[in-house]
């Protein structure tokens, strides 16, 4: 759990110590990188895909991650290009601390290429760690892919 140190008042005239500096920058580092994960899958890696008619993990390994928040606002993008084998509806949800963001799921349609671009805002999280997953699935068991060569970016970021 992020902590944030209490920093002491000085008086006028008081001499600051060198802890004193180490906390204020301690305060500051804070403020400048906010909790964060990323993970690109590139060309070389293989594509995810999914005939499956009932949610599930885009890719345990690489699309469920744990987050140290504040309790500020978190963004979660998806970004990757898609393909299905015929038309389909496929659904994207994500699920913070195994729970369905805002009770619902992002649908595309379509049998050709198309760019996912996907970007939840999670508000209202306590401070401590949070579990944060992508689910898919295909609405008609058609089979649906998520290409590597296009890249597939999953990002969680705390604002």
Request: hydrophobic share 40%; glycine share 6%; aromatic share 10%.
């Amino acid at each position: 759990m992020t902590t944030y140190p209490t920093l002491a008042t000085i008086a006028k005239k008081q001499i600051v110590t060198a802890d004193y500096l180490n906390d204020l920058k301690a305060a500051i580092d804070l403020i400048r990188t906010p909790a964060y994960y990323y993970y690109l899958r590139g060309s070389a890696d293989a594509d995810l895909t999914t005939s499956s008619s009932t949610m599930a993990d885009l890719n345990s390994n690489t699309t469920v991650a744990s987050l140290d928040c504040s309790g500020n606002p978190v963004r979660v993008t998806l970004y990757a290009g898609r393909q299905t084998t015929a038309a389909s509806t496929v659904q994207f949800d994500l699920l913070v601390d195994g729970v369905s963001v805002r009770g619902g799921t992002a649908i595309w349609i379509g049998t050709t290429n198309t760019p996912v671009n996907l970007i939840w805002t999670v508000d209202g999280l306590a401070a401590g760690t949070h579990s944060f997953k992508i689910q898919w699935k295909s609405a008609s068991a058609a089979l649906s892919t998520l290409f590597s060569a296009n890249g597939i970016w999953f990002e969680i970021r705390e604002e």
